[in-house]
């Protein structure tokens, strides 16, 4: 099984926020997303650049993923944000608004040219219809991208949609990205939820995002970041399971098909089952 990278709660930060920079210290989320895009206003973007990519290269991040977002191409600040980014070489750089394979492979080549590390991957931003259309091609444009991330609030604008629960108007583009991440074999972040006072509709859209195949969500307030946590890790009960299925297959030896708690089991569910235990292991050693 391929190493697994656990990307549970992915917290977006202004970079503009010196507090917010500090407090990410201390926070439990597997990823931190330090944006110089929608979060920061223009006259702060310059500032901002120089507080994210030192707070990048500080190394006081400790075993969390950092990434930076940089402005999205054809903004006066993309070029500068882009070298800036690739110069502090934080685990990843962050592209919004991405539309095609084309983009991706003039972001890799500008990466390099900037002398970004080979440590240092592309994660882009499928938040555009084009994007939505284009998802499969992005997705394996180049081994230098690991990750898919959904921006949910560009959708719903440029959709003339709305934010429902249950998401109905966002389900094509959110399956999309996760097939397209799966063939791929990069990992998909769900988009953000805006209420950060809507603890139940925030649990909701984690489960649903979990149950579509995402590996994670992007989020905003630090209050998003347990629940995210314990919903895109495996329960003690689904890893119980797991172990069971596993165990009544095994001594099923020989046989093709067996049932455990009166459901059928084949050999692709016991590669389910080990999945489930991989990842909580791969949880687990987090927390060391
Ligand atoms: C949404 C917020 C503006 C709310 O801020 P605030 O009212 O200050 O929150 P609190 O008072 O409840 O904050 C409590 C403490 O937590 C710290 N804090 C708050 N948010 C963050 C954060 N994101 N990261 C780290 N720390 C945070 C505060 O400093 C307080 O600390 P303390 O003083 O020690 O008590 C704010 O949460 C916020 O700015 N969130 C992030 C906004 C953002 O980055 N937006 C851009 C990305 S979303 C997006 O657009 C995705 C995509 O492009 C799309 O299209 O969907
Ligand atoms: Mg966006």
């Known amino acids: ?27 439990a989320c597997d990823g931190l997303i330090l944006d110089l ?3 920061v206003a223009p006259d702060a973007k310059e500032d901002a650049r120089a507080a994210v990519c030192a707070a990048a290269a500080s190394g006081e991040y400790g075993r969390r993923t950092v990434t930076i977002r940089v402005n ?4 006066a600040w993309h070029e500068a944000d882009l070298a800036a980014a690739a110069a502090a070489g934080p685990d990843a750089v962050v592209v919004p608004k991405v539309s095609s394979a084309a983009e991706v492979l003039a972001l890799v080549d500008a990466l390099e040219r900037a002398g970004a590390p080979e440590r240092t991957r592309l994660w882009a931003m499928i938040e555009t219809p084009t994007a939505v259309f284009d998802v499969r091609a992005i997705a394996s444009a180049s081994p230098r991208l690991s990750a ?17 629960p249950g998401r109905a108007p966002l389900t094509t583009a959110l399956s999309l990205s996760v097939l397209a991440a799966r063939e791929a074999g990069v990992q998909v972040l769900d988009g953000v939820f805006n209420d950060t ?6 649990l909701a859209e984690c489960a649903q995002g979990r149950q579509m195949g995402f590996d994670g969500k992007t989020l ?11 919903t895109f890790a495996p329960s003690p009960e689904a890893v119980e399971d797991a172990e069971g299925l596993i165990a009544a297959f095994e001594a099923g030896a020989g046989s093709g098909v067996v049932t455990y708690r009166g459901k059928m089991v084949e050999n692709l569910h016991v590669e389910s089952a080990r999945r489930t235990l991989a990842v909580a292991e791969a949880v687990r050693l987090l927390a060391e």
């Not at 099984?1 to 926070?27: D, Q």
């Not at 898919?148 to 604008?157: A, E, F, I, W």
């Not at 905003?220 to 314990?230: D, F, L, M, R, W």
């Open 1 to 27: 099984m391929t190493e697994i990278s656990v990307l549970r709660s992915v917290l977006y930060m202004p970079g503009s926020n010196a507090r917010a920079l500090e407090k990410a210290k201390t926070l």
């Open 37 to 39: 895009e929608d979060a």
């Open 72 to 75: 999205g191409l054809g903004t």
């Open 148 to 164: 898919l991330v959904l921006g949910t609030n560009d959708l719903v604008k440029e959709l003339y949609a709305e934010h429902v």
């Open 197 to 202: 006072k809507d603890e139940a509709g925030f």
């Open 220 to 230: 905003i307030h630090p209050s998003q970041v347990a629940p995210a946590n314990e």
